[in-house]
């Protein structure tokens, strides 16, 4: 696991507080993993996924309770780019703030570049 420029991508306290709330009814070792796919109305989509550990390659946003790692493919998309988690009418959920995103769908969970 790298700690490497962990400005290229932050997560904010609201994030890490969710997420650590998240993985107190996972298995003990559980992480919150952020990566990348191809989809989504506007072409590339954010992934959210509970994974048993983090892979030797991601980049980690926070560690102890809010274990946050984002997967190294997914570096490239997402520099400068800011994680938070937001419950507002519309709902609570995690989003993605993104400077690199030239085009992003209504809900946020997809973008283009």
Do not use: H
């Not at 990348?36 to 509970?50: N, R």
């Not at 390659?57 to 490239?76: F, P, Y």
């Amino acid at each position: 696991m790298t700690d490497a420029d962990s400005s290229a991508v932050v997560a904010t306290e609201a994030a890490k507080k969710r997420v650590a709330e998240i993985l107190r009814g996972e298995a003990d070792g559980s992480w919150l993993r952020v990566s990348v796919s191809g989809g989504g109305c506007s072409g590339f989509q954010y992934c959210f996924d509970i994974a048993p550990q983090a892979e030797a390659d991601d980049l980690i946003l926070a560690q102890d309770e809010a274990r946050i790692a984002v997967d190294s493919v997914a570096l490239d998309f997402l520099k400068g780019a800011k994680i938070d988690f937001v419950d507002d009418l519309m709902g609570s959920s995690f989003r993605v703030d993104n400077p690199n995103a030239t085009a992003s769908c209504g809900c946020g969970s997809s973008f283009a570049v």
